[in-house]
Every structure is written in C-alpha cells, then in structure tokens.
T-cell receptor
C-alpha cells in the first residue's frame, strides 16, 4: 500500500532563512508526487508536482522540490522564507485510480 | 481561488442526524474526489467519481454515500452522525481520472457534530 511519511510535525525557521521539509514515500511503481500548502481555515493549494523527467521541480511562491528515487524522498525547499509562508505543508503521492495519499503534514512557523 | 466551490462552509448538527455536503468542480473537470481531514486521522480519501460513475473508494463508512450528477456537481451524504464524524470535508476535482492528474481543492465544509 502507498504511504507518505513527513518526519517533522513542527518546524520553526527565522524569516529569511532557508527551509527544507522532508517527505518519504512508499509506492511500488513510479510515483506521482505533490506538495500542497494549507493556511489556517483554508483549503489546500498545490505548490508543485512531479510526474516524470527532471528530478528538480519548480513550483509557485519560490518553492522547489527534488525527487530522489534511491532515497524514496521528495523534499521541499525554499531558499529564503517569508512570514507569509507560515502554514501547514502536506506531501502526497498519487496512488492507483488517482486518489491522493497524504502525509501527516508539517506545520511551519516563521519567527521574525 | 481554485475554482472548486463547496457549500455550506460550516455545518453544526446533532448526533443521529443526516447532512448533505455539496461540491461544484472546476469548469471542465470530470472527476470529483472527497476527502476527510480530522485531527486523529489526518487527510483521508473517501471516494472518487468520474463523469457520474463511482471510480474509487477509500475508507468511507457505510453511513456515508456520495453521487455525482449529470451537471457534474457532487454531493456527500452523511447519516446517523456520530461525534467522531466532526471534521473538515474537502472536495477536489481534476480534469480526468487516472494517475498523476493534479487535483484542485475546494475550501472545505467544516462539520461539527454535537
């Protein structure tokens, strides 16, 4: 069965610092991978996706993620965090039939 | 704004009652998905419809049912509600069914069962 692990429940970074959120997945075939962001009281917004090809994918709001098949990882990065990036981030794998299997989420706090 | 709409935004009801949540997908999208987000279970896939037909089922309780209508909007019906059904229910849509299609999420319906 497909699964996604986000090892960090909470992460706090200073504004302007770099960010890396970890994601490990378990899936038998070539995975479709996604990162979503959820602000308080809001729905989920797609940040970026990996389907195939270039393993470094660029997304919105200055985010990028790197797919590493050997490590079963799809970590999200941002070189300089802004206070508005404070939110909860979800990694997901697109499983059979296109349902998404989500990780437990990582809550990002940004300190000024 | 994802283009997916959900009504109502909030719903407060009592145990044993029945409610209906409504979702309108993005224009042109044929596939609709329902997810439940709760503190203890996280984000869980419930069910998927594609062009009016059920396509995939997840951990959906027998007390829950859904359908997709000819105009492609979808409804999720929750009956015999229990306290544990309190959660945020999301609808998402995608252009087609099949692996890898990105899903666009609505703002959610927050259900509180008292």
């Amino acid at each position: 069965a497909q699964s996604v692990t986000q090892p960090d429940i909470h992460i706090t970074v200073s504004e302007g610092a770099s960010l890396e959120l970890r994601c490990n997945y378990s899936y038998g075939a070539t995975p479709y991978l996604f990162w979503y962001v959820q602000s308080p009281g809001q729905g989920l917004q797609l940040l970026l996706k990996y389907f195939s090809g270039d393993t470094l994918v660029q997304g919105i709001k200055g985010f990028e993620a790197e797919f590493k098949r050997s490590q079963s990882s799809f970590n999200l990065r941002k070189p300089s965090v802004h206070w508005s990036d404070a939110a909860e981030y979800f990694c997901a794998v697109g499983a059979r039939g296109n349902k998404l299997v989500f990780g437990a989420g990582t809550i990002l706090r940004v300190k000024s | 704004d994802s283009g997916v709409t959900q009504t109502p935004k909030h719903l407060i009801t009592a145990t044993g009652q029945r409610v209906t949540l409504r979702c309108s997908p993005r224009s042109g999208d044929l596939s609709v998905y329902w997810y439940q987000q709760s503190l203890d279970q996280g984000l869980q896939f419930l069910i998927q419809y594609y062009n009016g037909e059920e396509r995939a089922k997840g951990n959906i309780l027998e007390r829950f049912s859904a359908q997709q209508f000819p105009d492609l909007h979808s409804e999720l019906n929750l009956s015999s509600l229990e306290l544990g059904d309190s959660a945020l229910y999301f609808c998402a849509s995608s252009l087609t069914s099949g692996g890898g299609r990105e899903q666009f999420f609505g703002p959610g319906t927050r259900l509180t069962v008292l």
